[in-house]
Nanobody, 116 residues
């Protein structure tokens, strides 16, 4: 089993910044990609960003240039630096780790709220 624990969510005004962390523990052998989805009430779940063990990254066009995903393989931790936050970024952000290339393990989610 893989356990993922997110932290760093909260309330911030538009234009502010937050940094999310996701620490993985347990049977992490075999995990390649990790990343973040988000879902605001009434919307579809959206892939925000992901990163593989080699450091290759992928971003949603909605966050490209504002968010940066990074990873510390030694600590089994992935980070999401979110700058210039907008009200549209308000959502529950959930960390995932893959299994055979698909999101499989999930964290509990952390709320990010951006006020205008």
């Amino acid at each position: 089993q893989v356990k993922l624990v997110e932290s760093g969510g909260g309330l911030v005004q538009a234009g502010g910044s937050l940094r999310l962390s996701c620490a993985a523990s347990g049977s992490t052998f075999g995990v390649d990609a990790m990343g973040w989805y988000r879902q605001e009430h009434g919307t579809q779940r959206e892939l925000v960003a992901n990163i593989d063990r080699g450091g290759n990254t992928n971003y949603s066009d909605r966050v490209k240039g504002r968010f940066t995903i990074s990873r510390d393989n030694a600590k089994n931790t992935v980070y999401l630096q979110m700058n210039n936050l907008k009200p549209e970024d308000t959502a529950v952000y959930s960390c995932f780790a893959d299994h055979n290339g698909l999101p499989y393990h999930w964290g509990q989610g952390t709320q990010v709220t951006v006020s205008s």
